[in-house]
């Protein structure tokens, strides 16, 4: 996923529910106060409704942050629940599209990386 001319390489995912009514800076202070995370760091920070189906995605630009919403219309994301230790996880892209696209971010079956490119 490229947002915005970014290529993060990790997504930061706060477990369970946030309320939507939060904004830039309610997220940000979610980012640095709740996970410990730097807000600034150019990774992703995504957050997701009790319903699971509205997300919202944090980053930040030089100069600015972004903040982008999604709503599905039909279905909902396998966001994961918080639990006593892990109020905050991190994903790769990939598994992070996976999500996105309502699929389980754990796969267990999917294609690993091939790091041994050659043509024979």
């Known amino acids: ?3 915005n ?3 993060a390489q990790r ?3 706060a477990c369970g529910s946030t ?3 939060n904004h830039i800076d309610g997220l940000a202070m979610i980012i ?4 410990n995370l730097d807000p600034f760091s150019c990774e992703l920070f995504a957050f997701c409704n009790k319903d699971r189906n509205k997300l919202k995605i944090l980053v930040w630009d030089h ?5 982008y919403y999604k709503r599905l219309e039909k279905g909902y994301f396998k966001w994961p629940k918080p639990t006593d230790s892990c109020k905050c996880k991190t994903f790769t892209m990939r598994q992070f599209n996976w999500l996105l696209d309502g699929l389980d971010p ?3 079956n999917s294609h690993t990386e091939v790091l041994q490119r050659q043509i024979l």
């Open 11 to 13: 997504v930061h995912i």
């Open 5 to 7: 001319g970014h290529k």
């Open 63 to 67: 100069n600015g942050f972004w903040l």
């Open 19 to 21: 309320d939507m009514r």
């Open 106 to 108: 754990f796969q267990p």
């Open 32 to 35: 640095k106060y709740q996970f």
């Open 1 to 3: 996923m490229l947002i």
